[in-house]
């Protein structure tokens, strides 16, 4: 497409161009200064989704998974790779229901994971390095854009939500783990420590005193999960992949209610409340 | 009115300094271990002959903390029996870092299980300065189910520069580690660097084109097929493959790159308490009452030596208070080299009659322990408990200088007026 071609010819499918003379643009009937305006209420609405997406999805993980996505000491092969991609994947999920169902933006995971991303790249060495001196490498935060940036292709391929869920959701979960042990493989090195053996995860967590956090409230691969011996992550995995189907598919699902604009009828009782007397005339 | 209004002004100004000079302030402060309730501290964990060996050290200097705790007999209610217990230093964040620690010379990096009540227990922490400053350090018990229980802390003068810390660990494949805490840090940021670059791109690839308003009035006008092309769907499936491939072959590569890993540690160690003294004093305590304005405990106990030597009443320690009469043989070395030494009561231990106990004799004898520190130490809330009792250990010693402990306690009555 160029520039000089007609503003009222329909516009197709292969026409991708940025601007005013997109074909998204001609297709909703904008002018270029109403296309002007809508690219500055782009620029609003995404600082505004960043704010506050950032703090809402790590007040959310913080509370939910907490020290496991906290101290490098808690990430187990069970429990971590279970409950962080069921507790990450609830934000992703609302925020592709709105992304795509409004807009047909499949974004919405991504979205999540770079804002949480966001939030621990400012909250970690603020707190833990700046504030109270830990070193950085107790604190690495887990990942999630790898299984984020799945999860939106998937949106994108099946144009569905519950196929999203279901091979989405899987992949979101299953993906965590590997996605994660590519970083955190050094810390799994065993050392001699006392006469007793430690990964590199523990004995950090050793070294640097948490006082208000002894040792024995870490959960580490408690249950009978062990059984499988070295493949421990990958049925966690597997698990986690299983629960987040439901997870996404329920929290989609929240995200189409919480984005829906509903209104009160205009009645008499309404009114009442609002303070317009009977006879009054009212607009609408 | 104006020179008020200025005056109001001037303080507001001064606030920010104010705030200022709080925060530069905050290192020289302690950590709240006077906040829990006496009851946690009277009748739980009785440290004693606590010693660190060092006050002053530089960065990277080691220092050791040893002693000894008694867990008491008359365990309180509300606090959770030490079923699962951890050994460690109590200090304002990482200032320090372990080394090592033990608890009856077996190794406390884990947690252990099933401490016994009315038995002693003895510890050494191996600690290093890591932050310059003056930091304020104690031994530390935690309890499951109810938290830190705080032995007796000293000031620790940490000097030099906190950027020339360094911990060496050598791992047990060969791999010597400069300084753990950095160890493995660039490869994680360079990692969260690659999946960052991809979400960049992904987000960039639909945000640079008209975005929410003319894309929904699209939608609304049935264009779906403008707002997801057939190259967009190319670019996603390409990005999946990418994503699945970078995280199936990176998970490979590491594998490769580090062959022998080993799952977190965890899991409880046992240790068997002291051997049990040979107990040859028997103290019953007849009533305890605690003067509020006097600041002062008054226990009226009877003693019986059933030892063969005569023997005198030494101390009596409570939460880390402690009370030495001074006219037992061997009260000037009650006080070990390297015990902290803010928690001596001043006046010591007054007794009715502080003459030695003969062997086989049972005497009655009126204790005072009378000090500020039980209100500095803000021990003074038997009014508010819902257990009003007292405990502690009673230390006696015979001329030859055996020294022996004895868990004492009982039901105390506040007195509210001077007697």
């Known amino acids: 497409m160029n520039s000089t071609q007609s503003a009222s010819a329909a516009p197709s499918a292969g026409d991708v161009v940025s601007g005013s003379f997109s074909p998204v643009v001609q297709a909703a009937g904008l002018s270029p200064a109403a296309a002007r ?53 609830m934000f992703p999920g609302a925020l592709q229901a709105v992304f795509w169902n409004y807009f047909r933006l499949p974004i919405g995971a991504t979205v999540g994971a770079v804002c949480l991303m966001l939030a621990v790249s400012i909250t970690r060495p603020m707190q833990f390095m700046l504030w109270t001196d830990y070193p950085l490498n107790l604190v690495l935060p887990a990942q999630m854009i790898a299984g984020a940036l799945v999860l939106d292709v998937m949106l994108l391929i099946f144009r569905n939500a519950l196929f999203t869920a279901i091979f989405g959701g899987f992949a979101f979960a299953f993906l965590f783990y590997p996605s994660n042990y590519i970083i955190l493989a050094p810390y799994y090195v065993p050392a001699a420590h006392q006469g007793m053996m430690a990964s590199m995860a523990d ?61 009160l009828p205009n009645n008499r009782k309404v009114m009442a409340m609002m303070g317009v007397k009977a006879d009054q005339k009212t607009a609408g | 009115m104006t020179n ?190 690659v999946w960052i670059a991809l979400a960049a791109f992904w987000l960039a690839f639909w945000l640079v084109r008209p975005l929410l308003i003319p894309r929904w009035i699209a939608l609304n006008k049935g264009r779906e097929d403008l707002l997801v092309t057939r190259r967009d769907l190319m670019v996603g499936i390409a990005l999946g493959i990418t994503v699945i491939g970078l995280t199936l072959g990176g998970y490979a590569y590491a594998r490769k790159s580090y062959p022998y890993v080993v799952p977190l540690q965890a899991g409880t160690s046992k240790v068997d308490p002291l051997p049990a003294q040979t107990s040859t004093v028997q103290v019953k305590v007849l009533d305890a009452t605690y003067d509020v304005p006097g600041r002062a405990m008054r226990i009226k106990a009877k003693i019986t030596n059933t030892g063969s030597e005569p023997l005198q009443v030494l101390e009596f320690t409570t939460a880390n208070l402690r009370f030495i009469n001074r006219q037992a043989p061997g009260a000037d070395k009650a006080v070990l080299a390297g015990s902290p030494t803010d928690t001596i009561a001043r006046g010591g231990l007054v007794l009715s009659d502080a003459s030695p106990i003969g062997p086989g004799e049972t005497r009655e004898i009126a204790l005072e322990a009378s000090d500020v520190l039980w209100e500095l130490e803000r021990l003074v809330s038997f009014l508010t408990d819902v257990d009003s009792k007292f405990g502690g250990l009673l230390f006696t010693v015979t001329p030859t200088g055996e020294r022996q402990h004895t868990e004492i306690g009982g039901p105390i009555l506040p007195t509210f007026t001077q007697l």
């Open chain 1, 37 to 89: 305006t809508s690219r500055l209420f782009d620029l609003l609405v995404v600082i505004a989704v960043v704010l506050l997406f950032t703090g809402a999805i790590h007040l959310h993980t913080m509370l939910l998974a907490g020290d496991w996505d906290m101290f490098i000491d808690w990430k187990d092969r069970q429990y971590w790779p279970l409950v962080m991609p069921v507790v990450m994947i």
């Open chain 2, 4 to 193: 008020m209004l200025r005056g109001a002004l001037r303080r507001i100004a001064l606030l920010p300094l104010a705030c200022l000079a709080l925060l530069a302030s905050l290192d020289v402060l302690a950590h709240g271990e006077r906040a829990q309730e006496p009851y946690l501290r009277t009748r739980t964990v009785q440290f004693y002959d606590v010693q660190f060996d060092r006050a002053k050290i530089a960065v990277n200097e080691e220092f050791t903390i040893t002693g000894r705790f008694r867990l008491m007999q008359d365990w309180p209610d509300a606090v959770s029996l030490p079923e699962t217990v951890y050994m460690s230093a109590y200090s304002p964040g990482p200032v320090i870092t372990r080394v090592e620690s033990y608890v009856n010379g077996v190794p406390a990096r884990q947690s252990f299980a099933d401490f016994q009540l009315g038995r002693d227990y003895e510890f050494r922490l191996v600690l290093k300065g890591r932050v310059p400053g003056s930091h304020h350090i104690h031994p530390m018990l935690s309890v499951k189910g109810s938290g830190p229980l705080v032995g007796p802390g000293v000031w620790i003068e940490v000097t030099g520069a906190r950027a020339d810390f360094r911990h060496e660990v050598k791992t047990m494949t060969g791999e010597t580690i400069d300084n753990l805490e950095d160890y493995g840090v660039s490869r994680a940021l360079g990692w969260y660097g």
């Open chain 1, 203 to 263: 004995l950090i967590g050793y070294v640097y005193p948490r006082s208000a956090t002894p040792e024995y409230i870490r959960i580490i691969e408690r249950g009978t999960l062990r059984t499988f011996g070295d493949s421990a992550s990958w049925v966690s995995a597997l698990f986690s992949g299983f629960i987040c189907m439901f997870m996404h598919y329920g929290w989609w699902k929240l995200g189409m209610l919480m984005s829906s604009a509903t209104f």
